[in-house]
């Protein structure tokens, strides 16, 4: 799947209101990272992420809602049941119920609405930097990478947002 040319609107099937057609989940996802700094917290206002998977192996022939609570354990089950009966999660860019089963291939998608914990607002100081190298004092209680709830609010992502440096290079 390529993020930088597919809109959110293609993902689920359907015009999303409030979202261009002409804006990209790439698109979406950069408008996201905006900081606000509230004392000794980094904050992130809320926005909107969808996940985009294809199926795996361990996934075949089960039920979504099942698949769903047991593999993505940072919601509770009423969250997921919520999510696809409002037609947030889609298969194959078809809105799934709470009945779909996943099948090998299948491509499953998930909008949802992301508040992202607040971490520390100390300045994430670089300590030595030159062409092949970025060493940095990491503040504590802030993720390196995007992970679980965290997206923007990781040590990546906050270089990349705020200092314009992108410690990952292809």
């Given at each position: ?21 002409e ?38 022939d ?48 998930h ?56 410690v990952?290079?292809?």
């Amino acid at each position: 799947m390529d993020a930088n040319e597919m809109t959110p609107s293609e993902q689920v099937g359907r015009k999303i209101e409030g979202i261009s057609s002409e804006t990209t989940i790439a698109d979406e996802v950069a408008q996201g990272a905006k900081y606000v700094i509230d004392g000794n917290l980094r904050r992130v206002p809320p926005y909107y992420f969808t996940y985009l998977t294809f199926c795996k192996e361990r996934w075949r022939d089960r039920n979504i809602f099942e698949l769903f609570t047991s593999e993505f354990r940072d919601r509770d089950a009423a969250y997921y049941k919520q999510a696809i009966e409002r037609g947030q999660v889609t298969v194959n860019k078809k809105v799934a119920n709470l009945d779909t089963i996943i099948r090998n291939g299948d491509q499953i998608s998930h909008r949802t609405h992301k508040h992202e914990p607040p971490v520390t607002s100390r300045e994430i100081k670089i300590v030595f930097e030159d062409d092949e190298l970025c060493v940095i004092d990491k503040p504590s209680g802030i993720p390196v990478h995007p992970t679980g709830r965290y997206r923007f609010n990781s040590v990546v992502q906050i270089l990349k947002h705020e200092q314009h440096k992108n410690v990952h290079r292809e």
